[in-house]
């Protein structure tokens, strides 16, 4: 693609989505500040003397003509996206081409212009030739372009080997601009990859300027003031770039720890960098390790999942935008963690196991399911408080308060399910579900209080749309809580010799689940009474309310009072 800009910018957004790792960058910077330098011979072929026969052949007007029909067809006539996108690449390379050629034809007559040749007498001053090969790339937005330019004033007869090659070094410096703007609004890999090109090509032109111009105070190399032609500026460029990458090469693990210093993570960035480094394809033939590191990866997911939804609550009461911003772009490497353990374990399905080890990777990809879907409820509530923002919709004190005791109940069942499926602790797994319904009962308590509200004019429709909304998705969080704690009780269930924290059954008794459940519904002061109905009443409904709910639950009824299939934990009270 002529440009060792467009490829990097490429390369930081692979690196910015998790596609591809900081050291492969780097690997790809250096090959591609080597690959920008074919443009300057090809830009060589129209400067070939004669005008018929090979020379005219060769010519770069004829390249592009070639590549623009090329292109043309096969955008035109390709059905494929691929032969298309390949056309797309065939008539930008001559639309680069037919440029190069226009600005040399509007610089030759430069060469009989005498302040210009006069001009250009001060640039053999290293410093002054470097800052303006900088300038000129940051300007032009492109290494290439500024060497074609700098081929075309050569043929004017008026440019010198001292002249031209500090600014050939100032040129992939100034390369680095169109890199690091684009590098806005990328995450700290992101950054890093475009610091990485601008300190190869910094490292590159100090190298250069202190060992060239150091030998040559000393030995005075005679070819400093021969005029210079385009394949001496393009050759000069390519052994620049060449011995530079080479030079750097072996360095590459040093330069990736140079850039993690100089962009350093912080407590919350390590915390969510991914593991997928764990999903290792050679340890599928062994299916106990496999799982093994499959678990461990879905242990990192359920910790960012919990932090997230976290972050989501957060939002309800003080919605900051920075926060927001954070909370969608953790869904999605969440997303990506649903995507990269499902296909590893798809992949272990296929190898000889025996049958308590399908069992485990049937409940690992039921799992990984249930958690990507409580992301995707805090993504939900998250863009329910966007919108609250937007259109200034806040909420009045009493349901505020109301929500606060909610948000809390939420947080500590989120806790309570992550910790139980990481330490295996089913003590903790077999709180799950009472909280759960005692969650889902103080969901619809408070809908009702809100439905209050809305009827004597206390809150607006709006307000009513927006407090139902994150009810609905507390209630779902709440519904595949109970399924990963789940997973804890059913492996002990079929394997009592799984290693647990906390002795006990994995199934409560209806006593044990109702004692748990008033627990949880007096805790978060879920029975208290509507503000116009008296104590004694409102008690007395809570306590109606209570019984039903703790009475046997029918097979087709899940554990949070959801309609069956929200759940997924199908097993029993």
Not at 377 to 383: E, G, L, P
């Amino acid at each position: 693609i002529q440009s060792s800009s467009a490829t990097t910018v490429m390369v930081i957004g692979f690196v910015n989505s998790g596609m591809m790792k900081l050291r492969q960058a780097i690997g790809i910077i250096m090959g591609a500040n080597i690959g920008t330098s074919v443009t300057g011979w090809i830009l060589c072929l129209s400067y070939i003397e004669g005008s018929n026969g090979i020379a005219r052949l060769l010519s770069s007007a004829t390249i592009s003509a070639v590549a623009a029909i090329a292109g043309t067809l096969l955008k035109m006539l390709s059905k494929k996206s691929s032969r298309k996108n390949l056309g797309n690449i065939l008539l930008g390379f001559a639309i680069l081409m037919v440029g190069m050629q226009m600005m040399s034809g509007a610089v030759a007559p430069l060469k009989e212009n005498p302040a210009f040749t006069g001009a250009l007498t001060m640039f053999t001053n290293p410093v002054l030739g470097i800052l303006l090969g900088i300038v000129m790339t940051a300007i032009l937005q492109s290494a290439s372009a500024s060497i074609g330019i700098l081929q075309a004033l050569s043929v004017t007869g008026a440019l010198t080997f001292a002249t031209a090659f500090p600014v050939i070094l100032g040129v992939g410096v100034g390369a680095a601009c169109p890199v690091l703007i684009s590098s806005i609004g990328a995450n700290k890999n992101g950054r890093r990859t475009a610091l990485v090109y601008l300190l190869d090509d910094v490292f590159g032109m100090l190298m250069w300027s202190i060992v060239f111009y150091s030998v040559n105070a000393a030995v005075h190399f005679p070819f400093m003031n021969i005029t210079v032609n385009p394949v001496i500026i393009a050759a000069a460029n390519s052994v620049i770039r060449i011995v530079t990458v080479c030079v750097l090469f072996p360095f590459i693990s040093r330069i990736e720890k140079l850039v993690m210093f100089l962009i350093k993570d912080s407590e919350e960035d390590l915390e969510d960098n991914a593991d997928f480094d764990l999903l290792e394809e050679r340890l599928l033939d062994y299916p106990a390790l496999a799982i093994s590191q499959s678990r461990r990866v879905i242990l990192g997911m359920s910790k960012k999942v919990r932090k997230n939804v976290s972050r989501s609550l957060s939002l309800i009461d003080n919605f900051v935008l920075k926060r927001y911003e954070k909370a969608q772009s953790k869904e999605d490497l969440i997303d990506r963690y649903e995507s990269r353990v499902g296909d590893y374990l798809m992949k272990l399905t296929k190898k000889p196991m025996d049958s308590h080890q399908t069992q485990e990777v049937t409940m690992d990809l039921r799992v990984i399911g249930d958690l990507e879907r409580m992301g995707d409820y805090a993504s939900d509530i998250a863009r329910l408080t966007r919108k609250m923002d937007d259109e200034d919709v806040h909420f009045s004190e009493g349901a505020m308060n109301e929500m606060k005791i909610l948000i809390k109940a939420e947080r500590d069942l989120l806790n309570m399910t992550v910790r139980s499926y990481q330490e295996h602790d089913l003590e903790s797994a077999v709180k799950v579900k009472p909280f759960a319904r005692a969650i889902s009962t103080l969901c619809e308590t408070l809908k009702n209080r809100h439905f209050g509200r809305l009827s004597r004019g206390e809150c607006t429709l709006e307000q009513g749309t927006a407090f139902n909304g994150l009810l609905n998705n507390f209630e779902r969080i709440a519904a595949h809580c109970v399924s990963v704690s789940g997973a804890v009780r059913r492996e002990y269930q079929e394997n009592p010799d799984f290693h647990v924290h906390s002795g006990g059954t994995a199934v409560l008794t209806d006593a044990e689940f109702a004692k748990l459940y008033e627990k949880y519904l007096e805790k978060y002061d879920v029975t208290a009474p509507l503000p116009e109905e008296p104590a004694e009443q409102g008690t007395a409904a809570a306590a109606d309310t209570a019984a039903e709910m703790t009475a046997e639950v029918p097979e087709t009824e899940t554990a949070a009072g959801l309609p069956e299939g929200t759940d997924g934990s199908h097993d029993e009270v």
